[in-house]
């Protein structure tokens, strides 16, 4: 069964950082892109950010652009999400999600695989 | 760029069959064939239930199907069930310097 699963996430100040982790299971990691995704509170989804399979392609939302930065482990089947300067606005549910298709970087092919989520507060 | 505008809530009685628009721009929906949409029953992560378009992912019922013209995309849900009942969201592809765009999402009440 592919599977993936968030850790790391926790309280922290406005201005202050956090590494949320991804665990992945169940499918041969490094042939796909992954994203984050976040949900605020009551909120819609919003796409943070993209890294290809390979690592050599990484996208970001305007929001986080310039504080979070994505990276990959394939050897450890691990995605992760550096989070600095962060700001009340990054309170959410992050999301690990997987591409559905193997190989493909930017374009849209659906994203089939979804963890269960870590949650970030940024709070005084 | 902005999100989708979807609207934020539908509703259907069972059996009947509801539509969800997904409005975009030239830059997104109205020029890329990579629309998707997700369903997110409360406290549960969201689940591909079409992609590319129109596409299903094996194991999604047939009754869910999408479209797309001009700038809107939709998502037809036939033969309404209350376990349908959830927010639904579309996203696109919006180029190189956004892969992903999300709709702000619909809420879908089965009456």
């Known amino acids: 069964e592919e599977q993936l699963v968030e850790s790391g996430g926790s309280v922290v100040q406005p201005g202050g950082s956090l590494r949320l982790s991804c665990a992945a299971s169940g499918f041969t990691f490094a042939d796909y892109s992954m994203h984050w995704v976040r949900q605020a509170p009551g909120k819609g989804l919003e796409w943070v950010s993209l890294i290809g399979w390979d690592g050599g392609n990484i996208y970001y939302a305007d929001s986080v652009k310039g504080r979070f930065t994505i990276s990959r482990d394939n050897t450890k089947n691990s995605l992760f999400l550096q989070m600095n300067s962060l700001k009340t606005e990054d309170t959410a549910l992050y999301y690990c999600v997987k591409d559905r298709s193997p190989m493909m970087v930017v374009a849209d092919y659906g994203m089939d695989v979804w963890g269960q989520g870590t949650t970030v507060t940024v709070s005084s | 760029q902005s999100a989708l505008t979807q609207p934020a809530s539908v509703s259907g009685s069972p059996g009947q069959s509801i539509t969800i628009s997904c409005t975009g721009t030239s830059s997104d929906i109205g020029t890329y064939k990579f629309v998707s949409w997700y369903q997110q029953h409360p406290g549960k992560a969201p689940k591909l239930i079409i992609y590319?378009?129109?596409k299903r992912p094996s194991g999604v019922s047939n009754r869910f199907s999408g479209s797309k013209s001009g700038n809107t995309a939709s998502l037809t849900i036939s033969g309404l069930q209350t376990e349908d009942e959830a927010d639904y969201y579309c996203?696109?592809?919006?180029?190189?310097?956004?892969?992903?765009?999300f709709g702000r999402g619909t809420t879908l009440t089965v009456l």
């Open positions: 590319e378009v129109s």
């Open positions: 996203c696109s592809f919006a180029g190189y310097s956004t892969p992903r765009v």
